[in-house]
């Protein structure tokens, strides 16, 4: 069964900067557009960032632009979110998603998400 | 951007209620418009793609329609587990949004 496991979030000060990673099984990575999702403790979902095929088109939230960036290693299979300039407002569950383009875009699997503290 | 708005915000029902979500966007988004649903401490799940389509393994007891700017999301013949949170979401436009969340408890 398709599998996302993503990693690498924790504990950062204001400022400060993380990387997430996104590590996908038993689906051909490289024919899908993949995307961030972020929940903040008791809100709602929040779209992030969405990333092409090949990593020639990003698009992002306008809260995060600049302080970004999506990325993807097609041979490895895995998906990105480097993170600088981290806030307060950032502190979420990241969850990586795979879109589906035949399902109108709908991320049709998630990871478990991995939680971003942003707090001094 | 494109705004999403559900209502209502939260909604009680007792099992074999039949319920009604409500979403609507700020432009057209054509039938690009999603379902997902979220129980406390998980991942979202697809409900719902294409404002009508059941994703696989989804009960039919769920179903969906609009058009345009204005879509809903029935629950019809609640049930125990169906107790959740329900998201709208738009990929018309590449920079997707989703609805700000249903809160749906079972009485």
């Known amino acids: 069964e398709v599998q996302l496991v993503e990693s690498g979030g924790g504990l950062v000060l204001p400022g400060g900067s993380l990387r997430l990673s996104c590590l996908t099984y038993?689906?051909?990575?490289?024919?899908?557009?993949m995307s961030w999702v972020r929940q903040a403790p008791g809100k709602g979902l929040e779209w992030v960032a969405t990333i092409n095929l090949d990593g020639s088109e990003k698009y992002y939230v306008d809260s995060v632009k600049g302080r970004f960036t999506v990325s993807r290693d097609n041979a490895n299979n895995s998906l990105y979110l480097q993170m600088n300039g981290l806030r307060a407002g950032d502190t979420a569950i990241y969850y990586c998603?795979?879109?589906?383009?035949?399902?109108?875009?709908?991320?049709?699997?998630w990871g478990q998400g991995t939680l971003v503290t942003v707090s001094s | 951007d494109i705004q999403m708005t559900q209502s209502p915000s939260s909604l009680s029902a007792s099992v074999g209620d039949s319920v009604t979500i409500t979403c609507r966007t700020s432009q057209t988004v054509s039938t690009s418009l999603n379902w997902y649903q979220q129980r406390p401490g998980r991942a979202p799940r697809l409900l719902i793609f294409?404002?009508?389509t059941l994703q696989r393994g989804v009960p039919s007891r769920f179903s969906g329609g609009g058009f345009g700017a204005n879509f809903i999301l029935t629950i019809s013949s609640l049930q125990p587990e169906d107790s959740a949170i329900y998201y709208c979401q738009q990929t018309y436009s590449p920079t997707r949004t989703f609805g700000q969340g249903t809160n749906v408890e079972i009485k």
């Open positions: 294409a404002t009508s």
């Open positions: 998603a795979r879109d589906s383009r035949s399902q109108a875009w709908s991320s049709d699997f």
């Open positions: 038993r689906f051909m990575f490289g024919n899908y557009w």
